[in-house]
T-cell receptor
Framework: EAGVAQSPRYKIIEKRQSVAFWCNPI?????LYWYQQILGQGPKLLIQ????????DSQLPKDRFSAERLKGVDSTLKIQPAKLEDSAVYLC?????????????FGPGTRLTVT | RKEVEQDPGPFNVPEGATVAFNCTYS??????FFWYRQDCRKEPKLLMS???SGNEDGRFTAQLNRASQYISLLIRDSKLSDSATYLC???????????FGAGTTVTVRA
């Protein structure tokens, strides 16, 4: 079974630039998550989709971050404009069912550096 | 107060030793608990779920203490390959939100 795919793996941008990350979850997984993991911290949930609907985006900085999951499969996360504090690893995860009901599988992450 | 707190460590132990560490959670409505393992510069992977009665998976034992609101992970007969960061994850029952701790780093030396 193919795992969660993410691209790019690394990205370096200057502050105030825009960046987009892509995630392809495991086939058949209804729930997709985007996490931000800052060095030395645990992953922080940014947004959770159930199929193509948003379930939870309470911790998404909506003035600069946006995400979509068209057709309930792939997802993109965008930052516009980026700030220095956005430097982190952005992890995508998927699960067959909702949180706690089935295992979350994480992708390898995109390491973002904002200079 | 953070929702999930962990001793960051690092716990440096020799091969073959036993190491144990705890995770405390603040929300009494928490209903499900998990331990994830994260290797350096890798993604987290589920190690084990934690059941009310405690559970064991090979050399790993997880315990839940609801009264004191903590879970623990014990690793017996440590291997070099156990070196990683162990993330405590808590699911709240009221809104089904998952919260991750910052992780406990374990280093097993030869």
């Amino acid at each position: 079974e193919a795992g969660v795919a993410q691209s790019p793996r690394y990205k370096i941008i200057e502050k105030r630039q825009s960046v987009a990350f892509w995630c392809n979850p495991i086939s058949g997984h209804a729930t997709l998550y985007w996490y931000q993991q800052i060095l030395g911290q645990g992953p922080k949930l940014l947004i959770q989709f159930q199929n193509n609907g948003v379930v939870d985006d309470s911790q998404l900085p909506k003035d600069r971050f946006s995400a979509e999951r068209l057709k309930g499969v792939d997802s993109t996360l965008k930052i516009q404009p980026a700030k220095l504090e956005d430097s982190a690893v952005y992890l995508c995860a998927s699960s067959r069912l909702g949180p706690g009901q089935s295992e979350q599988y994480f992708g390898p992450g995109t390491r973002l550096t904002v200079t | 107060r953070k929702e999930v707190e962990q001793d960051p460590g690092p716990f440096n132990v020799p091969e073959g030793a036993t190491v144990a560490f705890n995770c405390t959670y603040s929300n009494s409505a928490s209903q499900s608990f998990f331990w994830y393992r994260q290797d350096c510069r890798k993604e987290p992977k589920l190690l084990m779920s934690v059941y009310s009665s405690g559970n064991e998976d090979g050399r790993f034992t997880a315990q839940l203490n609801r009264a004191s609101q903590y879970i623990s992970l014990l690793i017996r007969d440590s291997k070099l390959s156990d070196s990683a960061t162990y993330l405590c994850v808590v699911l709240r029952s009221n809104d089904y939100k998952l919260s991750f701790g910052a992780g406990t780093t374990v280093t097993v030396r030869a």
